[in-house]
């Protein structure tokens, strides 16, 4: 008599294909649900411009970019931490290296070689993946109080599942269109959901006509960007609604905090943060000459186009010292006026409530059901933060799905 254990993984983005990995090698029967017709869509989009797998900051910093979140997801780095990751891509025959700004990338700097090579594991450990399988919600309770089921939509029809555990790995709510809508947040009775929230997104900039026209899609580099206590070093790009990036993303939790609470946030922006300013003083001490003032900002001061147009986008006349226009130069203020939506951010901030599960990520309000990834309230800049994250949450409720089944507590 065949008495595996069955798990039904809802979701097939980087933490339900992890947990989905980690249950099969635990011997356990698993099925992946993935409601579009292909797994890892907005993995593979993250990779379009080289997949960033993790960072190679030291742990306490590392920790320290998940804000509040920062001690539980430390306690899910424990248990796959930023080397574990790397080995694990190594042993799918993915070499990693690192960069200069510490992230960590696949060599061949796509997605597509390591899902193909991850599809491949985990097929062999007997996972099956159902693509066009939506996870529409539970049946209501027969009248002798028997759980319905798990209800599926599928191209064949309504499919009514009864695995022995669940894990829902169903992502947030930014990029709607590869299909982490959060539409499933109406669907987990009796857990608190914190309202989801645009996260590593764009701000929006009250810019001129003309300087839309002419920067629009150009990029500020390098720049230093603070806001608060927090600096940030990296590029950005000039939008025609406003300004994206790196850099901005980095800070982007705490400028959408301040917009939401205040209607708009001031961020410094840095254009030459390679020289103090007293050493781009000396620069632009000298005499201009015939140069229009944009040749000389751009000769004198270094200053690429967009970084001129930019200083000068800011209302006031530039100063005429050399002193006080250094000083400008180091420290453009530039006015946030509002954030993209979630259908222009990376990720999302909001979802479960980390009080709402236990160590092992089982929902305290459903036995059973445990969740991973992006449907729990944590959020991360961009620079291998998310990923890793994700990948661990993956692991730590694949690992309480074990424990659980064989009534082990989380904390034993």
Do not use: C
């Not at 097939?12 to 356990?28: D, I, K, N, S, T």
């Not at 200069?100 to 390591?114: I, W």
């Not at 961020?267 to 300013?277: E, Q």
């Not at 409530?353 to 990520?361: I, K």
Request: aromatic share 6%.
């Amino acid at each position: 008599m065949n008495d595996v254990k069955t798990v039904h993984v809802i979701g097939a983005g980087p933490a339900g294909l992890m947990a989905a990995e980690r249950l099969a090698q635990a011997g356990l029967g698993v099925v992946v649900h993935e409601a579009m017709p292909s797994v890892a869509r907005k993995f593979l989009m993250a990779g379009r411009g080289g997949l960033n797998l993790t960072h190679s900051e030291g742990m306490e910093g590392f920790v320290g970019r998940y804000g509040a979140a920062g001690a539980t997801v430390a306690a899910w780095l424990e248990r796959f931490s930023p080397t574990h990751l790397i080995g694990w891509a190594e042993g799918l025959g993915q070499a990693t290296f690192t960069g200069s700004s510490g992230r960590v990338f696949p060599r061949a700097m796509k997605a597509s070689p390591l899902l193909r090579a991850w599809l491949g594991r985990l097929s062999g450990l007997g996972v099956e993946v159902r693509t066009r399988s939506r996870w529409v919600g539970p049946r209501l309770r027969g009248d002798d109080g028997r759980d319905g089921g798990w209800v599926f939509q599928t191209p064949e029809g309504e499919r009514v599942e009864r695995p022995d555990a669940v894990v829902l790995a169903m992502g947030g709510a930014s990029w709607p269109r590869l299909g982490s809508d959060g539409a499933w947040a109406a669907m987990l009775e009796g857990v608190e959901v914190a309202p989801f929230r645009p996260s590593n997104v764009g701000f929006d900039v009250a810019w001129s006509e003309v300087f839309a026209d002419r920067f629009a899609g150009q990029p500020l580099k390098p720049v230093a960007m603070t806001f608060g206590d927090q600096t940030v070093r990296g590029e950005a790009m000039l939008t025609r609604y406003g300004i994206e990036g790196g850099a901005v993303y980095a800070l982007s939790a705490g400028l959408r905090d301040a917009i939401e609470r205040d209607g708009s946030a001031v961020l410094t922006v840095d254009l030459r943060p390679d020289l103090s300013v007293e050493a781009l003083a000396g620069r632009l001490a000298k005499p201009r000459g015939k140069d229009s003032v944009t040749n000389w900002l751009r000769k004198a001061g270094g200053l690429s186009a967009p970084a001129v147009g930019l200083l000068r986008e800011i209302p006031g006349e530039l100063p005429a010292g050399s002193d006080k226009l250094a000083k400008r130069i180091k420290a453009v203020r530039l006015t946030l006026t509002g954030v993209q939506g979630l259908a222009r951010a990376i990720s999302s901030a909001g979802g479960v409530r980390l009080d709402q599960v236990d160590e092992g990520l089982m929902l305290k309000a459903a036995p059973g059901v445990f969740a991973a990834g992006e449907m729990l309230d944590w959020e991360a800049p961009t620079g291998g933060y998310l990923l890793q994250a994700s990948m661990a949450s993956g692991v730590v409720a694949a690992d309480g799905v074990v424990r659980w089944l064989a009534g082990v507590s989380p904390a034993q």
